[in-house]
């Protein structure tokens, strides 16, 4: 079975211009999160979606950032105005709730931004 | 408030040497999920177990073995006879609300030299 699919791997872009990340999770799994890891601020969530609808956005670091689901298999999570201090790594991980693994993530292999 | 410590920043072993990394947690759900994640060089993030809190049996697994201890909100992870392929950034992680929120602990990275 296919794991958690990100796109792009790596973007550099420049300061202002808008960023598109995009995650395809696990067929099946119900819940999908947005994590970014920095050195500074370790992994920190961001955003998560159960059954395409957001739960809990309260991680996202403001309005420049936003995260959509319109359908099961697909979510992006977008930066409008992109800065320097965005430059991390993107994590999409899903998971299967209401089964015997609950909280368990399937992490997809991360997009790395630099926003020079 | 809910949170995850991993007091040891970086911990470094010599090959065959057992190593022990700490968690700490903090929650005020009754339910909740403890898990490990290995993040190797290469940057992906792996699962290694997890633990509901209502079930505080050690766990072994290969060389690797789990300490989970409601009473001090402990939950840590050793590695016996350790080797260089373990090396990577190891995360502690607490999933609340139902398995539905996940946090992370700061990371210990392990070096084990040859």
């Known amino acids: 079975d296919a794991g958690v699919i990100q796109s792009p791997r790596h973007e550099v872009t420049e300061m202002g211009q808008e960023v598109t990340l995009r995650c395809k999770p696990i067929?099946?799994?119900?819940?999908l999160f947005w994590y970014r890891q920095t050195m500074m601020r370790g992994l920190e969530l961001l955003i998560y979606?159960?059954?395409?609808?957001?739960?809990?956005d309260s991680g996202m670091p403001e309005d420049r950032f936003s995260a959509k689901m319109p359908n099961a298999s697909f979510s992006t999570l977008k930066i409008q105005p992109s800065e320097p201090r965005d430059s991390a790594v993107y994590f999409c991980?899903?998971?299967?709730?209401?089964?015997?693994?609950?909280?368990?993530?399937?992490f997809g292999e991360g997009s790395r931004l630099t926003v020079l | 408030a809910q949170k995850v410590t991993q007091a040891q920043t970086e911990i470094s072993v010599v090959e065959k040497e057992d190593v022990t990394l700490d968690c700490v947690y903090e929650?005020?759900?009754?339910?909740?999920?403890l898990f490990w994640y290995k993040q190797p060089p290469s940057g992906e993030l792996v699962f290694l177990i997890r633990?509901?809190?209502?079930?505080?049996q050690n766990e072994i697994s290969g060389r690797y073995s789990w300490n989970f201890q409601k009473s001090t909100s402990s939950f840590n992870f050793t590695i016996t006879a350790s080797q260089v392929v373990d090396s990577a950034v190891y995360f502690c992680?607490?999933?609340?609300?139902?398995?539905?929120?996940?946090?992370f602990g700061a990371g210990t990275r392990l070096f084990v030299k040859a």
């Open positions: 991980a899903s998971s299967f709730l209401a089964s015997g693994r609950a909280g368990e993530l399937f």
């Open positions: 067929s099946g799994h119900n819940s």
């Open positions: 979606f159960n059954n395409n609808v957001p739960i809990d």
């Open positions: 929650t005020r759900d009754t339910t909740y999920y």
């Open positions: 633990r509901n809190s209502f079930d505080e």
């Open positions: 992680a607490l999933s609340y609300t139902g398995g539905f929120k996940t946090i």
